[in-house]
C-alpha cells in the first residue's frame, strides 16, 4: 500500500458504508442497463466496434477493431475515416436537428446568446475557412487561448473540421507557461480573445499572448504567424498589423460553406499539456475515432443523456480535459443541449450557479467537488432560493469526493433523488472510466465504484497481483480502450516510461486505490509527486523549479497539504541562498514568491503557504522526503525520520517555524 504519498482526510472514505440504489422510476428509464456489461464482457471488442457504428458517422467504415500490435500505442478503428466537426456538428443539421439549440450561453456580466446547431455549422465552416486561408493546413497546430465562449467552442471544432490538431492552454496559465506549450506544439496559430470576465470585472487575455510570441535573447523566434483575436470586452489591445486579425472581422468575410477535411481515425485530434511528475508538462496526445467513440458513450450512458429533452451542464473550463470531452466532444456529437458560462459561481452573487439551473432548466448538472465544497460552505438557504427540481442526474469529477459533500449534492442539489455518478478518469485516460451508471449502480458516497462496460481495471500491489477485495493499493488499466492517450507530443520514451513502466505491459494511473467488500473502487488520490488542487492536476517539482528560478532561492520542496476546500492546497518550503538569507523579512519574501510562481506558471499554482526553513529533509540518497514536510504542513506529529541523512533536520525546521498563517 503507497501510504507514504497518499493525501491525508479522506479517512472518512474508509468507513462509509451507506448505499443509493436507483429508483424503479428512473431505472426504467435509464439509457444503461445491467446487460450493458454482459455484453461488453461478453465481447470486449466486438462491444467498442459496436459502439463506434451506433453513436459516430463514418466517411468510411472501419474493418479493424483493435491494433494493439504496436503497444502501448493503440490504433482504434484506423482503417475507418471520419471528422469530429462533422460528427458533432454537421450531422444533426443532415439529420434534421438543426434548429435544436446547441449552446445555451451565459456570460458572466448576465449576456446571453442561444445557438443551434444550424447556426454553430455557419460558425464553425466560417472559421475553418478563416484558419485555411492563414496556411493552417491538415496536421498543423493551433493554440487556443481563449475564456469560456461561444467562440471557444467554435475555434475547437474549426481546428478539428481543417484536421489541425489544437492545443488548448487554459486561460489562466502565464505568458510563460502558454510560450513554451506554443514552442513544444510549434504551433502556427493563436486564438485568443482581448479579455474575458471574471469575478465582475474584465480581465486582459492578449497581453499574455503578445509576451508569449514576444522575441527572447537565446530563444528561436516563435511559431506563431498570425494571432485571431476574438472582441469580447472591448478593452484596448496592443496591435501588431499584419500578425493580429480581429475573428469577427475574419469570420464576417468568410464562406460559411466548408467541406469538412476527412482524416483517418488515427489522425491527430488534439493536444493538452497536463503536470507530470518532472518540471516539463506533458503534451497529452489524442487522436479521432476512438476518442470520439468514446466520448459519445460515456456522456450518453453515464449522464443518462436523453437529447431531445436533457438541458446538459457542465462546469468545466475549455482550458481542462473535461471541457473537451463534456463540453464539446461529448454532448456535441450526441446533440445535446447545454449551458455554458463564462464566469464564476460567486458572480455576482452565491447563488449565480442555481440562478441559471434554475433559468434553464437545467436536467444534467457535471461539477468538481471543490466546487461543491464551496457551495456546502456558503449555506444551503443560497441553492434553497432556486427552483432545481428539474435536476435529475449529477455528475463529479476531478477528485475523491468526501462523504459529506456527496450527501450534500445529494440532498440540497439533488432533492435526495438525483443519482450521483462519480466519475473518474483523466486527462491521459480521454474520457470517464470507472463511474456508477444512473439507473443501474447503487451508489455510495465517495466511491466511483465501478469501470464502464468495455473498460478493464484493477487494483494491484507492489507486484502487479491483483489485491483482493477488502484490499488497497494502485490503481491500474489492464486493456487498452478507445480514448486512450496515443502518446506524449514529441516524446515517445516518456510514454512508455511514465504509464507503462511500473507495471509491465499494463497502464498505471498514478492513483492509489482499494477495493471493498463488494469488489468496488475508491480512489483515495494521488501516490506520485503530483497534487491535486481543485481537481486540477499540478505538479510539485514544476512549482520547484519555478521557485528555484528565483534568484533568492537556493532550494525548494513543494507538497501538497489537505485542504477542506480545495482537496489539497499547495505548501512550499523554501532555503534562501545566504546573500538573501539574513534580514528576510518572511511575509515579504512570501508575497514575492507567490507572485512569481504566478508568472511563471499561473495563478492556480501559487503556493498557499511558503515556509522559509534553513535545511531540508532528505535520504542518504538525497531524495526529499516529502511525507515528513506533508506532515509539518498538516500541523501533525513528524513521522518516522529514521531514514533521513541527518535526522535533526525534522526538529531544526519545526522549530524554525512560526505558527501557520
Ligand atoms: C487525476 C486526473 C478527469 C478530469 C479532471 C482531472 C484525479 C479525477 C477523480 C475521481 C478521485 C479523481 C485522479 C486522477 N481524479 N477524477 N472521480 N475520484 N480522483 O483530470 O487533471 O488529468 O487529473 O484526477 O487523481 O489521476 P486530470
Same mark, same amino acid.
Given at each position: 500500500?503507497?501510504?507514504?504519498?497518499?493525501?491525508?482526510?479522506?479517512?472518512?472514505?474508509?468507513?462509509?458504508?451507506?448505499?443509493?440504489?436507483?429508483?424503479?422510476?428512473?431505472?426504467?428509464?435509464?439509457?444503461?442497463?445491467? /446487460?450493458?456489461?454482459?455484453?461488453?464482457?461478453?465481447?470486449?471488442?466486438?462491444?467498442?466496434?459496436?459502439?463506434?457504428?451506433?453513436?459516430?458517422?463514418?466517411?468510411?467504415?472501419?474493418?479493424?477493431?483493435?491494433?494493439?500490435?504496436?503497444?502501448?500505442?493503440?490504433?482504434?478503428?484506423?482503417?475507418?475515416?471520419?471528422?469530429?466537426?462533422?460528427?458533432?456538428?454537421?450531422?444533426?443539421?443532415?439529420?434534421?436537428?438543426?434548429?435544436?439549440?446547441?449552446?445555451?450561453?451565459?456570460?458572466?456580466?448576465?449576456?446571453?446568446?442561444?445557438?443551434?446547431?444550424?447556426?454553430?455549422?455557419?460558425?464553425?465552416?466560417?472559421?475553418?475557412?478563416?484558419? #485555411?486561408?492563414?496556411?493552417?493546413?491538415?496536421?498543423?497546430?493551433?493554440?487556443?487561448?481563449?475564456?469560456?465562449?461561444? /467562440?471557444?467552442?467554435?475555434?475547437?471544432?474549426?481546428?478539428?473540421?481543417?484536421?489541425?490538431?489544437?492545443?488548448?492552454?487554459?486561460?489562466?496559465? =502565464?505568458?510563460?507557461?502558454?510560450?513554451?506549450?506554443?514552442?513544444?506544439?510549434?504551433?502556427?496559430?493563436?486564438?485568443? =480573445?482581448?479579455?474575458?470576465?471574471?469575478?465582475?470585472?474584465? =480581465?486582459?487575455?492578449?497581453?499574455?499572448?503578445?509576451?508569449? $510570441?514576444?522575441?527572447?535573447?537565446?530563444?528561436?523566434? =516563435?511559431?506563431?504567424?498570425?494571432?485571431?483575436?476574438?472582441?469580447?470586452?472591448?478593452?484596448?489591445?496592443?496591435?501588431?498589423?499584419?500578425?493580429?486579425?480581429?475573428?469577427? /472581422?475574419?469570420?464576417?468575410?468568410?464562406?460559411?460553406?466548408?467541406?469538412?477535411?476527412?482524416?483517418?481515425? /488515427?489522425?491527430?485530434?488534439?493536444?493538452?499539456?497536463?503536470?507530470?511528475?518532472?518540471?516539463?508538462?506533458?503534451?497529452?496526445?489524442?487522436?479521432?475515432?476512438?476518442?470520439?467513440?468514446?466520448?459519445?458513450?460515456?456522456?450518453?450512458?453515464?449522464?443518462?443523456?436523453?437529447?431531445?429533452?436533457?438541458?446538459?451542464?457542465?462546469?468545466?473550463?475549455?482550458?481542462?480535459?473535461?471541457?473537451?470531452?463534456?463540453?464539446?466532444?461529448?454532448?456535441?456529437?450526441?446533440?445535446?443541449?447545454?449551458?455554458?458560462?463564462?464566469?464564476?459561481?460567486?458572480?455576482?452573487?452565491?447563488?449565480?450557479?442555481?440562478?441559471?439551473?434554475?433559468?434553464?432548466?437545467?436536467?444534467?448538472?457535471?461539477?468538481?467537488?471543490?466546487?461543491?465544497?464551496?457551495?456546502?460552505?456558503?449555506?444551503?438557504?443560497?441553492?434553497?432560493?432556486?427552483?432545481?427540481?428539474?435536476?435529475?442526474?449529477?455528475?463529479?469529477?476531478?477528485?475523491?469526493?468526501?462523504?459529506?459533500?456527496?450527501?450534500?449534492?445529494?440532498?440540497?442539489?439533488?432533492?435526495?433523488?438525483?443519482?450521483?455518478?462519480?466519475?473518474?478518469?483523466?486527462?491521459?485516460?480521454?474520457?470517464?472510466?470507472? #463511474?456508477?451508471?444512473?439507473?443501474?449502480?447503487?451508489?455510495?458516497?465517495?466511491?466511483?465504484?465501478?469501470?464502464?462496460?468495455?473498460?478493464?481495471?484493477?487494483?494491484?500491489?507492489?507486484?502487479?497481483?491483483?489485491?483482493?477485495?477488502?484490499?488497497?493499493?494502485?490503481?491500474?488499466?489492464?486493456?487498452?480502450?478507445?480514448?486512450?492517450?496515443?502518446? $506524449?507530443?514529441?516524446?515517445?520514451?516518456?510514454?512508455?516510461?511514465?504509464?507503462?513502466?511500473?507495471?509491465?505491459?499494463?497502464?498505471?494511473?498514478?492513483?492509489?486505490?482499494?477495493?471493498?467488500?463488494?469488489?468496488?473502487?475508491?480512489?483515495?488520490?494521488?501516490?506520485?509527486?503530483?497534487?491535486?488542487?481543485?481537481?486540477?492536476?499540478?505538479?510539485?517539482?514544476?512549482?520547484?523549479?519555478?521557485?528555484?528560478?528565483?534568484?533568492?532561492?537556493?532550494?525548494?520542496?513543494?507538497?501538497?497539504?489537505?485542504?477542506?476546500?480545495?482537496?489539497?492546497?499547495?505548501?512550499?518550503?523554501?532555503?534562501?541562498?545566504?546573500?538573501?538569507?539574513?534580514?528576510?523579512?518572511?511575509?515579504?519574501?512570501?508575497?514575492?514568491?507567490?507572485?512569481?510562481?504566478?508568472?511563471?506558471?499561473?495563478?492556480?499554482?501559487?503556493?498557499?503557504?511558503?515556509?522559509?526553513?534553513?535545511?531540508?529533509?532528505?535520504?542518504?540518497?538525497?531524495?526529499?522526503?516529502?511525507?515528513?514536510?506533508?506532515?509539518?504542513?498538516?500541523?501533525?506529529?513528524?513521522?518516522?525520520?529514521?531514514?533521513?541523512?541527518? #535526522?535533526?533536520?525534522?526538529?531544526?525546521?519545526?522549530?524554525?517555524?512560526?505558527?501557520?498563517?
Amino acid at each position: 500500500m503507497p501510504q507514504d504519498n497518499q493525501p491525508t482526510g479522506l479517512e472518512n472514505l474508509l468507513h462509509e458504508t451507506r448505499t443509493f440504489p436507483p429508483s424503479d422510476a428512473f431505472a426504467a428509464q435509464a439509457n444503461a442497463q445491467p /446487460e450493458l456489461y454482459e455484453r461488453a464482457a461478453a465481447d470486449h471488442l466486438g462491444f467498442w466496434a459496436e459502439q463506434a457504428k451506433e453513436l459516430v458517422t463514418w466517411k468510411t467504415p472501419f474493418t479493424q477493431t483493435l491494433d494493439w500490435s504496436d503497444a502501448p500505442v493503440a490504433r482504434w478503428f484506423a482503417d475507418g475515416t471520419l471528422n469530429a466537426a462533422y460528427n458533432a456538428v454537421d450531422r444533426h443539421v443532415v439529420e434534421g436537428r438543426g434548429d435544436r439549440v446547441a449552446l445555451q450561453f451565459e456570460g458572466e456580466p448576465g449576456d446571453t446568446r442561444t445557438v443551434t446547431y444550424a447556426e454553430l455549422q455557419r460558425e464553425v465552416s466560417r472559421a475553418a475557412n478563416v484558419l #485555411s486561408s492563414l496556411g493552417v493546413a491538415k496536421g498543423d497546430r493551433v493554440v487556443i487561448y481563449l475564456p469560456m465562449l461561444v /467562440e471557444s467552442v467554435v475555434a475547437m471544432l474549426a481546428c478539428a473540421r481543417i484536421g489541425a490538431p489544437h492545443s488548448v492552454v487554459f486561460g489562466g496559465f =502565464s505568458a510563460d507557461a502558454l510560450r513554451s506549450r506554443i514552442a513544444d506544439a510549434e504551433a502556427k496559430v493563436v486564438i485568443t =480573445s482581448d479579455g474575458g470576465y471574471r469575478r465582475g470585472s474584465a =480581465s486582459a487575455l492578449k497581453p499574455a499572448v503578445d509576451e508569449a $510570441i514576444a522575441p527572447r535573447e537565446g530563444a528561436p523566434a =516563435s511559431s506563431i504567424e498570425h494571432v485571431l483575436v476574438v472582441r469580447r470586452t472591448g478593452q484596448d489591445v496592443a496591435w501588431t498589423p499584419g500578425r493580429d486579425i480581429w475573428w469577427h /472581422e475574419a469570420l464576417e468575410a468568410a464562406d460559411v460553406q466548408h467541406t469538412p477535411v476527412w482524416v483517418d481515425a /488515427e489522425h491527430p485530434l488534439f493536444i493538452l499539456y497536463t503536470s507530470g511528475t518532472t518540471g516539463k508538462p506533458k503534451g497529452i496526445l489524442h487522436t479521432t475515432g476512438g476518442y470520439l467513440t468514446q466520448a459519445a458513450y460515456t456522456h450518453k450512458y453515464v449522464f443518462d443523456l436523453k437529447a431531445d429533452t436533457d438541458v446538459y451542464w457542465c462546469t468545466a473550463d475549455i482550458g481542462w480535459v473535461t471541457g473537451h470531452t463534456y463540453v464539446v466532444y461529448g454532448p456535441l456529437v450526441n446533440g445535446a443541449t447545454q449551458v455554458i458560462y463564462e464566469g464564476t459561481p460567486d458572480s455576482p452573487h452565491q447563488g449565480r450557479w442555481w440562478e441559471i439551473v434554475e433559468k434553464y432548466k437545467v436536467s444534467i448538472l457535471y461539477t468538481a467537488p471543490t466546487a461543491i465544497r464551496t457551495c456546502m460552505k456558503w449555506g444551503d438557504e443560497i441553492p434553497g432560493k432556486y427552483d432545481l427540481t428539474s435536476l435529475r442526474v449529477l455528475g463529479s469529477v476531478g477528485e475523491p469526493i468526501n462523504p459529506e459533500a456527496w450527501m450534500w449534492y445529494r440532498r440540497v442539489i439533488g432533492g435526495d433523488k438525483a443519482p450521483i455518478v462519480d466519475t473518474w478518469w483523466q486527462t491521459e485516460t480521454g474520457a470517464i472510466m470507472i #463511474s456508477p451508471l444512473p439507473g443501474v449502480t447503487a451508489t455510495k458516497p465517495g466511491s466511483a465504484q465501478t469501470p464502464l462496460p468495455g473498460i478493464i481495471a484493477d487494483v494491484v500491489d507492489d507486484d502487479a497481483n491483483p489485491v483482493p477485495d477488502g484490499g488497497g493499493g494502485y490503481l491500474v488499466l489492464t486493456q487498452p480502450w478507445p480514448a486512450m492517450l496515443r502518446g $506524449i507530443w514529441g516524446d515517445l520514451e516518456r510514454f512508455k516510461d511514465t504509464y507503462w513502466s511500473r507495471f509491465k505491459g499494463i497502464y498505471f494511473a498514478g492513483d492509489g486505490a482499494k477495493k471493498d467488500e463488494d469488489g468496488d473502487i475508491w480512489l483515495l488520490g494521488r501516490v506520485d509527486d503530483v497534487m491535486n488542487v481543485s481537481g486540477h492536476r499540478l505538479s510539485t517539482t514544476e512549482i520547484e523549479s519555478a521557485l528555484v528560478s528565483h534568484e533568492m532561492v537556493a532550494e525548494a520542496a513543494v507538497v501538497g497539504a489537505a485542504d477542506e476546500l480545495t482537496g489539497q492546497s499547495v505548501v512550499a518550503f523554501v532555503i534562501l541562498r545566504s546573500s538573501f538569507a539574513k534580514d528576510a523579512d518572511p511575509e515579504a519574501v512570501q508575497a514575492l514568491l507567490r507572485n512569481h510562481v504566478a508568472k511563471e506558471i499561473g495563478p492556480i499554482a501559487k503556493p498557499r503557504r511558503i515556509l522559509v526553513v534553513s535545511e531540508l529533509p532528505k535520504t542518504r540518497s538525497g531524495k526529499i522526503m516529502r511525507r515528513l514536510l506533508r506532515d509539518v504542513a498538516e500541523n501533525r506529529v513528524v513521522g518516522d525520520a529514521s531514514t533521513l541523512a541527518d #535526522s535533526s533536520v525534522m526538529a531544526l525546521i519545526s522549530s524554525g517555524l512560526a505558527a501557520p498563517a
